[in-house]
């Protein structure tokens, strides 16, 4: 292997170890965020809003799948009056703290 080859592996593996290490959410950290997620998310069968919206449950959700709304919601690729203020209070840490938090609850 070539200098440079050796190089090019040695910096995309520092790459990939980094973007693992930013994508996964702190637990605790989440779980102290989703205290406003829960006054809707958290009653069965609530709806908000006019037109009513049924608000899904989250807990137990794909964590990739709470990531990806968030970031709809934040640019606007998701509508919804309420989480789309919400999500715009949101850092991409915060997004990925409350994912990993509602993907460890059971369904």
């Given at each position: 292997m070539t200098r440079l080859q050796l190089l090019?592996?040695?910096?995309?593996?520092?790459?990939?170890?980094?973007?693992?290490?930013?994508?996964?959410?702190?637990?605790?950290?989440?779980?102290?965020l989703v205290y406003t997620c829960a006054g809707c998310h958290g009653v069965p069968g609530y709806t908000n809003a006019y037109p009513q919206y049924p608000v899904p449950k989250i807990a137990g959700q794909n964590e990739q799948y709470i990531i990806n709304a968030l970031h709809g919601y934040q640019s606007g690729d998701r509508t919804h009056p309420t989480m789309g203020a919400q999500a715009q209070s949101l850092s991409d840490k915060d997004i990925q703290n409350i994912a990993a938090y509602l993907s460890s609850l059971a369904k």
């Open positions: 090019g592996l040695a910096a995309a593996t520092a790459l990939f170890a980094a973007a693992s290490a930013h994508a996964e959410g702190d637990k605790a950290a989440g779980r102290t």
